[in-house]
């Protein structure tokens, strides 16, 4: 799917609150800030690696990976899924929490 049908069908499955969609954007903000010349392989991995994780560091009850894997449309094995959320911690330095100053600016 293109992206933008891969994002819309994320929130839709999900259907979480609107503030954990903009944790991740502030997470791939973040992460494009630390690394201004990278280029991801695909804005699909990027995705839904930050949604996912602003899930979890958000919200009490969270989805479990291999149900994300549903959530991607089985785009990615649960295997892939594990690595994306490991990477993505890595490369932000595991700093994934959001205050409420950086969430209104």
């Known amino acids: 799917p293109t992206l933008a ?9 999900t259907r979480l609150p609107p503030v954990v969609t903009f944790a991740a ?12 010349a990278a280029r991801g392989s695909s ?5 839904i690696s930050a949604f996912m994780i ?9 989805y479990s990976n291999q149900s994300w894997g549903i ?7 649960l ?13 932000l330095d595991w ?3 959001i205050s409420g100053p950086e969430a209104i600016e």
């Not at 954007?25 to 201004?36: E, N, W």
């Not at 602003?54 to 969270?62: F, L, M, N, P, Q």
């Open 95 to 97: 700093n994934l929490n």
């Open 43 to 47: 804005g699909h991995r990027l995705f």
């Open 79 to 91: 295997k892939e899924i594990n690595q994306m959320e490991r990477e993505m911690c890595g490369y």
């Open 25 to 36: 954007l502030l997470l791939l903000q973040r992460l494009k800030s630390r690394f201004p």
């Open 5 to 13: 049908h891969f994002v819309a069908y994320g929130l839709h499955r």
């Open 71 to 77: 959530v991607a449309q089985k785009m990615f094995a």
């Open 54 to 62: 602003a899930s979890k560091v958000i919200c009490d009850d969270t």
